[in-house]
């Protein structure tokens, strides 16, 4: 089901919220069933989401797809491969304000789902870091497909992610795995997962379980929104997607990177699309990439994705 704006979903299905699955096990609910939200409503930029496992309200400040393009003197050597993203804007001082108004407003921490930058030049990571560094309240960052991307360097898009992670990205982990982390903001778990290639690593999944195991309500933030099935036609919805793969991939000379596979998605990919969608207390998913504004509902576990560079905010409370 998806919502608009101004609109109000109540949800059933909310017996038998146990514990998720130990960790390696699969999940014991079907997927679309028995999700922990109680009512999601999206009212202007504020999506509230209500659940009987929340015990203490939580509000997160939600920014996605800046693109900044800040760039500098060292960045002359990787020109031919920035040229084509290097319009967008260079100076970050309305995120700086966004974030200082999420304090304002009682945000309890900010979420940056990905492509906050263009290309990982060292000007643009520098001062992202700056930004994330003196935010006034805990700034949790996570890749996007273009944080990392020189387009036309040779290589796969999981060694080129690897690669210009370590080389530049990763001062804005602020220590943290920059494929998966966790961190608890008021009532709620964050889970903060790199799904920029559209495919899940073997150790995500580990990840997303053991995190699951103890019960707590989470919500998972990622780049890429997952697949939901009445999004068939939209293949950005891609994580999970039955159609992605080479015939369905649009920009691949474009951004001048490789095709995605022929095969489509690996098992490791559908084994996340499943556990985040069985998940009795993953409440949903925040996510990018697409730059429309999104709300859809799938077995009581909602999906919002973000405008392009422009904040929303996210209530998490008792229901």
């Known amino acids: 089901m998806s919502i608009g704006r101004r609109s109000f979903l109540a949800l059933a299905g909310l017996s ?17 069933e028995g999700g922990a939200c109680a009512s999601v409503s999206l009212d202007g930029d504020l999506l509230t989401v209500r659940s009987p496992l929340v ?27 920035s040229n ?41 990571v520098e001062q992202l870091t700056d930004v994330i560094t003196k ?17 036309g360097l040779p290589g796969t ?11 530049r990205l990763k001062p804005l982990y602020q220590g943290r795995d920059p494929m998966a982390y966790a961190l608890r903001l008021g ?5 903060m997962v790199d799904d920029s290639t559209y495919e899940m690593l073997p150790e995500q999944v580990a990840f997303l379980r053991r995190e699951l195991a103890d019960g707590a309500p989470a919500i998972l933030a990622a780049h890429i929104p997952l697949y939901v ?27 001048r990177r490789e095709r995605w596979p022929e095969k489509g998605h690996t098992e490791t990919t559908m084994a ?4 985040v969608w069985s998940a009795p207390n993953l409440l949903g998913v925040v996510a990018g990439h697409i730059h429309t504004q999104s709300l859809d509902v799938f077995g009581g576990r909602f999906q919002f994705v973000l405008p392009k560079r422009t904040p929303r905010q996210l209530l998490i409370t008792p229901a």
């Open 16 to 32: 038998g919220m146990g514990a998720f699955a130990a960790r390696g096990a699969e999940p014991q609910r079907k997927v679309g």
């Open 55 to 81: 015990r203490e309200s939580c509000r997160l400040l939600l920014i996605g797809d800046a693109h900044y393009a800040t760039d500098d003197a060292r960045g002359e050597p990787f020109r031919q491969y």
């Open 84 to 124: 084509r993203m290097s319009g967008g804007p260079r100076d970050m001082g309305d995120l700086r304000k966004n974030l200082e108004q999420g304090k304002k407003a009682g945000c309890a921490g900010a979420l940056l789902v990905g492509d906050m930058i263009n290309f990982p030049s060292e000007a643009g």
């Open 135 to 151: 935010a006034p309240l805990p700034a949790l960052y996570i890749s996007g497909n273009h944080d990392w991307h020189y387009e």
């Open 157 to 167: 898009e999981t060694a080129l992610r690897k690669e210009w992670v370590e080389r």
């Open 187 to 191: 009532g709620v778990k964050v889970l």
């Open 229 to 255: 099935p009445w999004r068939r036609n939209d293949i950005f919805f891609g994580v999970g997607h039955p159609d992605w793969g080479a015939k369905s991939d649009p920009y691949w000379e474009i951004e």
């Open 272 to 275: 996340f699309w499943r556990d």
